[in-house]
């Protein structure tokens, strides 16, 4: 057995798995399933009915006329969008729980994630990717790692006493549990029968970032995750941030290489801004 595989056994009794969010995206995959099929499978979940109704009815959706049942969703807003509501609606609950390992407090890693999964949407779109609701998925999971290592290294740091002596999260956890939260996130979530383009971005998103070798799924998500770093987002943005594009871009010569980004960086971070805070953010 791998390492990464010993970290995720009996990892349902920490993290349930989402089946019916994932049951939703394989269903919605095939376009011969029907709006009832679908609608249906939903509703056998009455919080995941409700948090999606409340999603779709947000700001951060876009203001539109009021969206009162699942079919509604998917008749108005299409099958992608259930995709993206699924398992927003599954995430908010598993990354909502403050992770202190990572010095996260509650919602700050959700905070993150959506902060990430918005900006990435975003490039995405402007890259001329098609299936931006999976690069949108992978950002939003990219550090589900974080909450199945959380525990395992907590203990280890107790033990060895040796927290503060590395240069980043990854070179710490290397040494503590000889493997990283973006390879054991991966590893989870390829347990969960998710695509390789969601796993690959989310196993990658903290190495060989700059090839153009690596999917540009995987360079977006990598971009995503080190501009939000950047920016220091753990709650909402306040009213009177600035972020100066070209001052960022002149400290940070090196980014992962995303067709359309440097050229539309303006345009792209005024709409992240816009979207990021916006309205009320979703919450588990
Ligand atoms: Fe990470
Ligand atoms: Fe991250």
Partial sequence: MNIEKKFIVDIDKLIPRPDIALDVLTKAQNLSCSADDLTEKIEQDPNLTANMLRMA?????GHMREISSI?????????????????TSASAAILSSPQEAYDLEPRELWNHSQACAILAEIMARNAGLENTYTVYTAALLHDIGKVILNRPLLAACAEKKGCTKFSSIIELEHFMLRTDHALVGQTLLEAW??????????????????????????????????????IGIRATIPDSFIFDVDEFLLQ??????VPNFKPNMTPIMDEF??????GEMIYA
């Fill in 71 to 87: 079919r509604d969703i998917i008749v108005r807003l299409g099958y992608d969008m259930v995709k993206v509501l699924a398992i």
């Fill in 57 to 61: 009815n947000s700001s951060y959706f």
């Fill in 193 to 230: 029968g998710l695509p390789e383009a969601i796993t690959i971005p989310v196993g990658s998103h903290h190495r060989g970032e700059g090839q153009l070798t690596t999917p540009a799924g995987a360079r977006i998500v990598s971009l995503a995750n080190f501009l939000v770093e950047s």
């Fill in 273 to 278: 801004f816009s979207r990021f805070t916006g």
């Fill in 252 to 257: 940070n010569q090196n980014l992962p290489e």
